[in-house]
């Protein structure tokens, strides 16, 4: 029973205490009015497959040709931060920084900001995450062909059962 908990709590290296899961669109003004309600600390939106509702495989190629098979996990601007996930190394997404797109975002930039975790990094070869910085990968999503630039590497996290290793994930 106390591995069932942990698997279920601090197994998936996420802080998720007192928080709530919603479905819905991220493009309403539900997030914006949850926000504005006493006892809400934040609030994020994510495509339900970034928190394993459903999945969505991307393939991906990097800058030396190697080719990856990964998880695409659309998320906001707050996400990381809500769940308490800190980039290993570079940077978390910024509105400030035209690249960065939330989902429902209409029209994608030429080049989007990409945040990878450990796992696609070893995946694509790179010698450590700080290597991957400012590299260029090209995936096949859900919304078309893209080009990003990765601008952050954060640590694995499971969504999925502990007992599946953490996939490649962008």
Known sequence: HRQTIFAFNE???MDTDQVLLVSGSCE???KHE?????G????TCASSYALNFSSNNASAEGPDGVKVSLYQMPVDFEFFRFFGIVPR???DFEKSHGADRAPGD????SRLSLIVNEAAARQFGFASPDAAIGQI????MASGQISGEIVGVVPDFSTDSVRRPVAPSV
Do not use: Q
């Open 137 to 140: 990968i090209k995936a096949s």
């Open 89 to 91: 190394t570079g940077r």
């Open 34 to 38: 949850v926000a504005t309600l006493p």
């Open 106 to 109: 209409g029209e994608l930039a």
């Open 40 to 43: 809400v600390k934040a609030t």
């Open 28 to 30: 309403t003004a539900f």
């Open 11 to 13: 197994g998936m290296r």
